[in-house]
Structure formats: structure tokens, C-alpha cells
Antibody, heavy 113, light 109 residues
Framework: EVQLLDSGGGSVQPGESLRLSCAASGFTFRNYAMTWVRQAPGKGLEWVSGIGASGGTTNYADSVKGRFTISRDNSKNMLYLQMNSLRVEDTAVYYC??????WGQGTLVTVSS | DIQMTQSPSSLSASVGDRVTITCRTSQDIRNDLGWYQKKPGKAPKRLIYAAIHLQSGVPSRFSGSGSGTEFRLTISSLQPEDFATYYCLQHDSYPPAWTFGPGTKVEIK
């Protein structure tokens, strides 16, 4: 059974950093691209970032480019999202996803002064 | 960047109704489109992949059609558990550089 466990969310002030983690199990992690999406309160789903299976290629939404970094450790079946220079508008539930078919339960990030 | 539109943005329907949601993309994405159901507090759930294929475990009342720039999600007979927001997602790139549609909220009439 595919399982994705998001963690690392919390409450921070603008300009601070957080690192989200996603622990994957139930599939051959190193064979799949992974992604992060988010949903701000009262808003729609927004794709945030994606990473290829080997970790060598990444993509970012314009709204987070230069501030967020996606990475993965295929030896540990872990996906990460390093979020720097956080803004109020980054407040959202963040979900990690396996190639679009399975998603974690989400982790809440709140950025507020 | 690929732009996505969905119509309608919301609809009211009754149990048993047939519902169709349309998604349009700004460029040809072949069949690289999925449909997702989102309920408050829950993770997104994929219903349809590659435009027309039913995700395993999803009821057959859900179906997808279309290719290129116009796609449709149809619910043949709306059930109480189907009241949710539905999103299309284009995934015409690797590594992922995807775009969600703005969503269609399906409410009880």
C-alpha cells in the first residue's frame, strides 16, 4: 500500500524558514517523480514544485522560485521542501505527491506576524 | 506557461443528476490531463488519468473525455458523496511542472 507521510509544518513569521518532509513507502521510490502542491485557505490547489526520479531535475512555480528548494534522498525514501523567506501568502496546507496518483495527508504551514 | 480554465466555476445539482465539467488548456497537451476530487481536510483524490482512464477504485459513474485542449469530466448520476470541488491538472512535462485548473465546486441543490 502506497503511503506518504507529510511533516514539518508549523507557524513561523515572515522571512523565516521551514523544511517539509515526506516519508514514502509501499512503492519503489527511486523510480518516480515526486511533487509538492498546496492549498491556501479558501483557495484552489496550486502546484508548487516537482523533482525527477533521480533528483537531478527540478521545477518550481513562479510564486516560489528562488525561495523554495525541492530535494529527495532515494536511499531513505524521503522527499523534502526547504522553504526560505516565507511570506504570508505561503500559508497553506502542503501535500506531497507521487507522480500525481497518491498524496500525503498534508501539513499546515502558517506564516504570520 | 500553460493556462487552464474550467467551467462552470460552481454548480448546484441534485442527487441522480448528470453533471459535466469542462477544462480547457491554452496549448495542446495531448492527453496529459487528470481529474481530481478535493474535499475539505482531505488529500486530493485522482479520479481520471490520461484524460480518459478511470483510476482504480473510483466508481464507474465518473468518466473522462477529450484530448488536445478540451477535456470533460462527467458524473453520470450524482451521489451524496460526490459533493466536492473538482480540479483538472495538466502534467505535460517532466520533471513535474504542472498546472491545476481553478476548480469547480459541486453543491447540493
Amino acid at each position: 500500500e502506497v503511503q506518504l507521510l507529510d511533516s514539518g509544518g508549523g507557524s513561523v513569521q515572515p522571512g523565516e524558514s521551514l523544511r517539509l518532509s515526506c516519508a514514502a513507502s509501499g512503492f519503489t521510490f527511486r523510480n518516480y517523480a515526486m511533487t509538492w502542491v498546496r492549498q491556501a485557505p479558501g483557495k484552489g490547489l496550486e502546484w508548487v514544485s516537482g523533482i525527477g526520479a533521480s533528483g537531478g531535475t527540478t521545477n518550481y512555480a513562479d510564486s516560489v522560485k528562488g525561495r523554495f528548494t525541492i530535494s529527495r534522498d532515494n536511499s531513505k525514501n524521503m522527499l523534502y521542501l526547504q522553504m526560505n523567506s516565507l511570506r504570508v501568502e505561503d500559508t497553506a496546507v502542503y501535500y506531497c505527491g507521487k507522480d500525481g496518483d497518491y498524496w500525503g495527508q498534508g501539513t499546515l504551514v502558517t506564516v504570520s506576524s | 506557461d500553460i493556462q487552464m480554465t474550467q467551467s462552470p466555476s460552481s454548480l448546484s445539482a441534485s442527487v441522480g443528476d448528470r453533471v459535466t465539467i469542462t477544462c480547457r488548456t491554452s496549448q495542446d497537451i495531448r492527453n496529459d490531463l487528470g481529474w481530481y476530487q478535493k474535499k475539505p481536510g482531505k488529500a486530493p483524490k485522482r479520479l481520471i488519468y490520461a484524460a480518459i482512464h478511470l483510476q482504480s477504485g473510483v466508481p464507474s459513474r465518473f468518466s473522462g473525455s477529450g484530448s488536445g485542449t478540451e477535456f470533460r469530466l462527467t458524473i453520470s448520476s450524482l451521489q451524496p458523496e460526490d459533493f466536492a470541488t473538482y480540479y483538472c491538472l495538466q502534467h505535460d512535462s517532466y520533471p513535474p511542472a504542472w498546472t491545476f485548473g481553478p476548480g469547480t465546486k459541486v453543491e447540493i441543490k
